[in-house]
């Protein structure tokens, strides 16, 4: 196995609220309190930042799932990168495809929040995927490498050692359907092979490739086995601390460490 970092990842989007944190991270660490990955992540909405780094514990790291680009200023309802360093969080999610279907964000937004958060000494989980639609046409791979470039377009060299990749096929996501484990390698190979371009093979051979898309405990074994598979970014599983526990244990097995 590689000696990248794995990295399993908990979004729970718009869901819970502050009296189920403490008792969801009691019932994660009561069942992975013997496992363990390089890095495990939860993101929860902007109002629970706070209580989840309290109650993570020192082995979860806590990150956002969005950003703004400016440090400051007039923007109503956004909250800036040094907000988020401020409340505990270490890593933000950039360009998720909810975010560019349903809030219209462009490549060159996701660029400009990519640059933000490494300027703020945060890690950004960079999301990229294509739609049904583009798949079926074959456009997949071009799909994903524009996203991958242009979201990269001006990333500074001395941030790019905390720069993550997600990929998350759209047709994949809350739908239960999720990429086999060969076509979820053939896009992470491809999208190593683009950062190579982009930041040289040194580099790139670092940067740890998330796959996202309906992974459950009963597929995360298998996706996690293959070579440039890296990590999960987990939806709908994770919302269970058992569930998301399981998804860990798989991580400890690619990792070595279980």
């Known amino acids: 196995m590689s000696a990248r970092p794995v990295v399993v990842a908990a979004n729970w989007k718009m869901h819970k609220t502050g009296s189920e944190v403490e008792p969801y991270f009691e019932a994660f660490h ?14 929860p909405p902007f109002p629970l930042l706070e209580a989840a780094v309290r109650a993570a514990g020192d082995r979860v790291e806590i990150g956002a799932q969005n950003c703004h680009w400016e440090a400051s200023g007039a923007f109503t309802g956004e909250v800036s990168v040094p907000m988020l360093a401020a409340s505990g969080a270490r890593f933000v999610l950039v360009g998720h495809s909810e975010r560019r279907q349903l809030f219209g964000e462009t490549d060159e937004d ?29 456009r997949q791979r071009a799909v994903v490498i524009r996203q991958l ?77 293959r070579p440039d598979i890296d990590g999960a970014l987990v939806g709908g599983a994770s919302l269970s601390p058992d569930g998301f526990a399981s998804i860990v244990a798989a991580g400890s097995r690619r990792a070595g460490i279980a």
Not at 37 to 43: D, G, I, P, Q
Not at 158 to 186: C, K, N
Request: charged fraction near 25%.
């Open 30 to 43: 009561r069942q992975a309190r013997k496992r363990g990955t390089e890095r495990v992540v939860v993101f």
């Open 110 to 138: 996701c660029g400009r929040k990519a640059r933000a958060v490494l300027a703020g000494g945060l890690a950004p989980i960079l999301c990229v995927g294509e739609t049904l639609e583009e798949r079926e046409a074959g």
């Open 149 to 225: 470039t242009r979201a990269l377009d001006g990333l500074p060299d001395s941030g790019s050692g905390r720069l993550h990749i997600a990929y998350e096929p759209v047709w994949a996501i809350g739908t239960g359907r999720s990429a086999s484990p060969e076509d979820a390698q053939e896009m992470h190979a491809a999208i190593r092979e683009s950062l190579t371009t982009v930041l040289g093979a040194r580099t790139a051979g670092q940067v740890p490739i998330l796959y996202g898309g309906s992974v459950k405990p009963g597929n995360a074994a298998e996706l996690l086995a």
